[in-house]
């Protein structure tokens, strides 16, 4: 019973279902298509991969190949970035603008919603510049391993 157990809490011993191998086999495809497989290589794995029964044997399909983010996820991550800062900043000029008002209403004096404006200013502006430049490896194409190598070269036949 615990060896039972234990095999079940492993990933790579869960059963894959139908449209996983689908997932594999179109990955695969894409890869064909960036020339990383040749047409003979593509043919096999793509055997292996609708004979697997295991996410281990689908892993093991792909170990010597790059991942790649689906498109769809980095979308969803460049939203959720874009919408992270965007609450920020929001919230930044609410409150800070609350702070403002509350100061004009009370007669003045000295500017005491500078510390709040000036603090959470400086990490407004570190979120933004994090926000920027997560913007922009999410619209890279190629995982930063690979950019700048040579294609491997051609198999031989």
């Given at each position: 019973?615990?060896?039972?157990?234990?095999?079940?809490?492993?990933?790579?011993?869960?059963?894959?279902?139908?449209?996983?191998r689908e997932r594999a086999v179109d990955t695969l495809r894409e890869h064909y298509a960036d020339g990383r497989l040749s047409s003979d290589e593509l043919e096999e794995r793509i055997e292996r991969a609708y004979s697997?029964?295991?996410?281990?044997?689908?892993?093991?399909?792909?170990?010597?190949?790059?991942?790649?983010?689906?498109?769809?996820?980095?979308?969803?991550?460049?939203?959720?970035?874009?919408?992270?800062?965007?609450?920020?900043?929001?919230?930044?000029?609410?409150?800070?603008?609350?702070?403002?008002?509350?100061?004009?209403?009370?007669?003045?004096?000295?500017?005491?919603?500078?510390?709040?404006?000036?603090?959470?200013?400086?990490?407004?502006?570190?979120?933004?510049?994090?926000?920027?430049?997560?913007?922009?490896?999410?619209?890279?194409?190629?995982?930063?391993?690979?950019?700048?190598?040579?294609?491997?070269?051609?198999?031989?036949?």
């Amino acid at each position: 019973m615990p060896g039972e157990f234990g095999r079940a809490l492993s990933r790579g011993q869960i059963r894959v279902s139908d449209a996983e191998r689908e997932r594999a086999v179109d990955t695969l495809r894409e890869h064909y298509a960036d020339g990383r497989l040749s047409s003979d290589e593509l043919e096999e794995r793509i055997e292996r991969a609708y004979s697997a029964t295991t996410r281990s044997d689908i892993t093991a399909l792909m170990r010597d190949l790059p991942s790649v983010v689906p498109w769809r996820a980095r979308q969803r991550l460049a939203k959720a970035n874009r919408d992270a800062w965007r609450a920020h900043l929001t919230s930044y000029a609410a409150v800070n603008g609350g702070l403002v008002g509350i100061w004009g209403v009370t007669g003045g004096g000295e500017f005491w919603p500078i510390w709040s404006i000036g603090g959470w200013g400086i990490a407004i502006l570190w979120h933004g510049m994090a926000a920027r430049a997560t913007a922009r490896r999410l619209e890279r194409r190629e995982p930063r391993s690979l950019r700048g190598r040579r294609p491997p070269p051609p198999l031989p036949r």
